[in-house]
């Protein structure tokens, strides 16, 4: 039963290029969840989405970021025309149902660097 | 505004001794709380949660409300316990993914 599977593991960009991140949940979760680790920082969330919906994006900068969770397929973090203080580790996690007991699972995270 | 706090960045002890890994949280209601680990190379995953009582690979937290603490203990330490801790709480009603998560502490066990 593969985990929460995450790619690419690596990325780099130039700034003003555009970024995409994917995220494949654990077979039957449809709750997904990113969070964001700038280096020496603990993890931030970012955005909370079930299959067609964006839940929460309170964490979420108001611009070049966009988050989306289709009915088919992975879910697809978006950042466009990145920035050097964009490089950073996105983790994707999911969920079976809106847990009571707060246990997620996490991917083994997306590393961008902007150049 | 909410808030986890991990004092320490790194902590450093010899197999044997005894582990407290520091949270203290900053909520106003009663808060569930969790440790998350990351031991090298893999991903993160629960540890364990204050509602459970229970204790995983020898680790318990006790929640103090007193305190705001949420500290995580071990009498013995293992070399295999070395790994990165994060103590986390969800924020928002009823949305328990949101997990807020403190700093983080490396938990360093020498031979």
């Known amino acids: 039963n593969a985990g929460v599977m995450q790619n690419p593991r690596h990325l780099v960009r130039r700034r003003g290029q555009e970024a995409r991140l994917r995220c494949s949940p654990v077979k039957g979760h449809s709750h997904v969840y990113w969070y964001r680790q700038l280096p020496e920082e603990g993890l931030k969330f970012m955005v909370y989405l079930q299959k067609e919906n964006i839940i929460d994006e309170s964490g979420m900068p108001k611009e070049r970021f966009s988050a989306e969770f289709p009915k088919e397929g992975p879910s697809i973090l978006r950042i466009q025309q990145v920035v050097r203080g964009d490089s950073a580790a996105y983790f994707c996690a999911s969920s079976k149902d809106r847990p009571n007991t707060g246990e997620l699972f996490f991917g083994e995270g997306s590393r961008l660097t902007v150049l | 505004a909410q808030r986890v706090t991990q004092p320490e960045k790194l902590l450093s002890v010899f197999k044997g001794a005894p582990v407290e890994l520091k949270c203290n949280y900053s909520y106003s209601g009663s808060p569930e709380l969790f440790w998350y680990v990351q031991y090298s190379r893999q991903r993160l995953q629960l540890l364990l949660r204050?509602?459970s009582r229970e204790s995983i690979k020898g680790f318990t937290a006790d929640l103090n409300k007193g305190e705001t603490s949420f500290h995580l203990k071990k009498p013995f330490a293992q070399e295999e316990d070395s790994a990165m801790y994060y103590c986390?709480?969800?924020?928002?009603?009823?949305?328990?993914?949101?997990?807020?998560f403190g700093q983080g502490t490396t938990l360093q066990v020498k031979p």
């Open positions: 986390a709480y969800p924020n928002g009603s009823g949305n328990t993914g949101k997990l807020i």
């Open positions: 204050h509602i």
